[in-house]
């Protein structure tokens, strides 16, 4: 089992920076890839990025591509997510997501989901 809470969201101007964070229990956090997926009102969830467990392999969906970091530290048992140059459109609820084996871009294949936490980018 793995626990995963969310911190770090919070209101932001347009060009601003945020860097929410993802702590996770249990002794196995450095055996999983984790992901940060993020949901608009009235929106499906969408994938934003992934790392693999050694956290040396990354992926970002193309609307982050080069604004976004994710990254981790397994002696934290934590991963994080730095966003730069946000504009309105990355206002929503950014959850983060464990799974145990590769990173997908879909909802489905991740085990384990926090609860979320709300960014906001006002223009």
């Known amino acids: 089992q793995v626990r995963l809470v969310e911190s770090g969201g919070g209101l932001v101007q347009a060009g601003g920076s945020l860097r929410p964070s993802c702590a996770a229990s249990g002794r196995t956090f450095s055996t999983y890839n984790m992901g940060w997926f993020r949901q608009a009102p009235g929106k499906e969830r969408e994938f934003v990025a992934g790392i693999y467990w050694s956290g040396y392999s990354t992926s970002y969906a193309d609307s982050v591509e080069g604004r976004f970091t994710i990254s981790r530290d397994n002696a934290k048992n934590t991963v994080y997510l730095q966003m730069n140059s946000l504009n309105a459109e990355d206002t929503a609820v950014y959850y983060c997501?464990?799974?145990?084996?590769?990173?997908?871009?879909?909802?489905?294949?991740?085990?384990?989901w926090g609860q979320g936490t709300q960014v906001t980018v006002s223009s």
């Open positions: 997501a464990a799974t145990p084996t590769n990173v997908r871009k879909v909802v489905r294949g991740w085990d384990y």
